[in-house]
């Protein structure tokens, strides 16, 4: 259950009923257009448009449409109640006023979703006619559909072998040219993710897939991903409590982002280049697990010591990012649920974003707001390089003072970028901790949107 449809969607506004988006400002009009007998209604029931309150409108035979209230909120979750709040036996459509119907229609679209892999929802969302031009909206939703779903999969079933596999058949969905490495190959090419993977029984995959758009020639920019695909990690001999594995099926939220990104990317048809990385391994304790100060060499010639095994999603992207600088991309991107320090630093909601181009990092700053998919920036701060010293090696995995923790993850990220590569790293938890409008509990689809806008803006 890795790419559900969005089958609550119709086409057609025949039989539909209304839902009247109201705001307090406007209240009074509305009153004035509706019918006496349900002005009158909502007049008593106290209806006053504020954030998230709806109320069924009564008509002759039953219900005869539905008010939402937004308040002052611009945001599209504010109608991500709705699948679940209006009655599921009737269709329903948004009646155009002072809103943006499209971003409504991808904030009811998120609102649906319910993880449906090992039991059946208790109730279905409500059916909504999209108008034709909502494709954007659509696609977007899916995406982010497929991203949860991927998210949300338990660990023993979404492996790294089964990761590997849906990412060959996306990839193989828009006719893109596909590799995988494993064993041996994989081994030779990718000898840090080789190390983090070495612990398990289910073996790690690396999956790369070139493609490109209709439009695009031999000199289009070339938009390079990398995802941190860590299907479960225990932290390895650096055991993590067991309040600290619950959720540790969704170490692989950067990857799956990454393809939902990619997802969009294609389904646009955008007129670039793509290549696509993602590094599918399972962080384990065996006897054949990497040890706290193994020292082990990059796939760039690097050696790196282990001061930490539970820093492994570093190990698994820079491997990733020194092949996909070999390219010289006109602009690398790699996302990962990475650390805790940036949890602490931002919360939940708020992935971190380093970048070593300014003008990238401001143009997505703006358009994470615009489109309601946040962000926020912090220093690739130089003065801390130093601390991924070590005695024995080039570099340490991680630092032995017990601060800035992202950003010393993302400076030793930053040490496998060619120069001259524009790189942005994005720092995410990828996780709802509870359900809101919009966001419901699990799995979540962090900066796909306003990475896809960067995107869209500059090519």
């Not at 439009?215 to 860590?230: E, F, R, W």
């Not at 540790?248 to 646009?268: F, H, N």
Request: hydrophobic fraction near 40%; charge should be negative; aromatic fraction near 8%.
């Amino acid at each position: 259950m890795l790419d559900q449809t969005l089958d609550f969607v119709i086409d057609t506004p025949d039989g539909t009923r209304p839902v009247h988006v109201v705001r307090p400002d406007g209240l009074a009009r509305f009153f004035d257009a509706l019918p006496p007998a349900q002005a009158g209604f909502l007049r008593e029931s106290g209806f006053t448009a504020k954030q998230d309150e709806l109320r069924l409108l009564p008509g002759s035979d039953g219900v005869a449409g539905a008010a939402l209230g937004i308040g002052n909120d611009a945001s599209l979750f504010v109608y991500g109640g709705l699948p679940m709040q209006l009655p599921e036996t009737i269709a329903w459509r948004l009646e155009p006023g002072d809103y943006d119907q499209a971003a409504a229609t991808l904030g009811y679209c998120l609102g649906a979703y319910r993880y449906s892999g090992f039991r059946s929802p208790r109730r279905k969302p409500a059916s909504l006619f999209v108008p034709h031009d909502h494709e954007t909206s659509l696609s977007q939703a899916s995406a982010a559909w497929m991203v949860r779903d991927l998210i949300n999969t338990p660990a023993n079933v979404l492996g790294p072998v089964e990761l590997a596999e849906f990412t060959v058949s996306l990839a193989e969905r828009h006719d893109a040219d596909c590799k995988l490495s494993a064993g041996a190959a994989l081994e030779q090419a990718y000898p840090t993710i080789a190390a983090v993977g070495r612990g398990s029984v289910r073996p790690p995959q690396v999956v790369g897939f070139h493609w490109r758009g209709s439009a695009a020639t031999d000199d289009a920019p070339l938009l390079s991903l990398c995802g941190k695909g860590v299907c479960f990690d225990t932290g390895g001999y650096d055991l993590k409590p067991s309040a600290g594995m619950l959720r540790m099926k969704k170490d692989m939220g950067g990857a799956a982002s990454v393809l939902g990104l990619a997802r969009l990317i294609m389904q646009a048809d955008l007129p670039l280049r793509l290549a696509v990385r993602i590094g599918c391994v399972e962080n384990s304790v065996s006897g054949t697990a990497m040890r706290p100060s193994d020292v082990v060499r990059t796939r760039s010639g690097l050696t790196v010591e282990i001061g930490n095994t539970d820093a492994e999603g570093r190990l698994v992207l820079c491997d990733l990012l020194d092949e996909a600088s070999e390219e010289n991309p006109s602009l690398l991107v790699d996302c990962a649920t990475l650390t805790g320090a940036a949890r602490t630093a931002l919360g939940p909601d708020l992935p971190a974003m380093f970048c070593n181009d300014d003008a990238t990092a401001e143009a997505l700053s703006r358009l994470a707001g615009a489109v309601h998919d946040p962000l926020w920036r912090l220093p690739l701060w130089s003065g801390y390089d130093d601390w991924l010293k070590s005695s024995v090696a080039d570099m340490n995995n991680v630092s032995s003072k017990p601060m800035a923790g992202s950003i010393v993850a993302a400076l030793y990220l930053q040490r496998f970028i060619k120069p001259g590569v524009p790189w942005l790293h994005l720092d995410l938890y990828a996780w709802n901790d509870q359900s809101r409008p919009g966001r419901p509990e699990g799995g979540e689809a962090m900066g796909m949107r306003a990475l896809f806008a960067l995107a869209k803006q500059k090519w």
